[in-house]
């Protein structure tokens, strides 16, 4: 690991770079990684490297989604196992819902050495090795899923997830939340919750959210998904970004 010292003005957003490489480097994040995080550090120099009130708001409805949810799934990528294992174990955790890798560019050894990384940081059981499902409309690789787990489930949480899969996730049905920096991608448009927020600070915010509703009643979790408007969450951010403030 590569020291950087805390007092350095842009400190969180050159140890998420130094995480990406040693990602690459320990054979979990892809080379395509590494310039889907310049895209995404990029957006949130432009958001100002913070969580804008409406994206705050959407953290908390996908808290309540995943906490509703008959089987809630999150979807795992070699960027996301990469910059926040830890987070996805205690998101897992405090919501009910499984982890599964699921990979753009899938090999073998790359799923293996994200499952075996996410237990090093304490997670249980991880799907994506099964593989024996597909999902509709999209070429062989990239449709690959666990039967019992994503395509299985109600509710999938997608961190940087690339356009045409988040469409044919949708259109099965599912409800998605897409963590992206990005709200003109087509990702978070598809969305029912898009988070345009940093994973890093995205998930464990959704967890602090999960902590603080987990003896919600279903009704009052109904009420607080039914409130929200996606449009407000793209249409803030992408304001923000143009003109610099909130
Ligand atoms: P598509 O239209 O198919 O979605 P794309 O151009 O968005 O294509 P990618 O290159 O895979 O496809 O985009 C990666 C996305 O991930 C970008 O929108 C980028 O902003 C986002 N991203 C990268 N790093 C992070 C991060 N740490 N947190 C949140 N989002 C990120
Ligand atoms: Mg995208």
């Known amino acids: 690991d590569i020291e950087v010292p805390e007092s350095h003005p842009r400190y969180q957003s050159l140890l998420t770079r130094h995480r990406i490489e040693d990602g690459v480097e320990k054979g979990i994040t892809s080379p395509q ?19 804008l009130p409406s994206v705050d708001r959407a953290e908390r409805v996908a808290a309540a989604h995943l906490l509703r949810a008959r089987h809630p799934v999150l979807s795992v990528n070699g960027n996301v196992a990469a910059l926040v294992p830890d987070e996805l174990v205690a998101l897992a955790e405090a ?3 499984e982890l ?7 090999t073998d050894e790359r ?18 090795t099964t593989a024996d499902e597909r999902i509709p409309g999209l070429d062989h690789e990239r449709a690959k899923v666990d039967a019992d787990g994503i395509y299985d489930a109600d509710v999938v949480l997608v ?21 992206d920096l990005n709200p003109l991608s087509r990702s978070p448009q598809t ?33 607080i998904i039914d409130a929200f408007d996606p449009e407000t969450v793209l249409t803030e951010t992408e304001r923000a970004i143009r003109t610099g403030g909130d």
């Open 191 to 223: 969305a029912a919750v898009p988070i345009i927020d940093n994973v890093i600070r995205a998930l464990p915010n959704i967890t602090t959210h999960a902590h603080d509703l987990a003896d919600t009643s279903t009704e009052e979790l109904t009420a």
């Open 100 to 106: 599964e890798v699921n990979l753009f560019n899938r």
């Open 33 to 51: 990684g590494l310039i889907a995080q310049g895209r995404g550090e990029a957006f949130d120099y432009l958001l100002g490297e913070r969580t």
């Open 95 to 97: 919501t009910g819902a």
């Open 159 to 179: 961190p940087l997830e690339d356009g045409d899969r988040a469409q044919a996730l949708a259109e099965m049905g599912k409800t998605e939340l897409v963590i």
């Open 111 to 128: 799923i293996r050495a994200i499952v075996d990384h996410l237990q090093e940081h304490g997670a249980g059981a991880v799907k994506g």
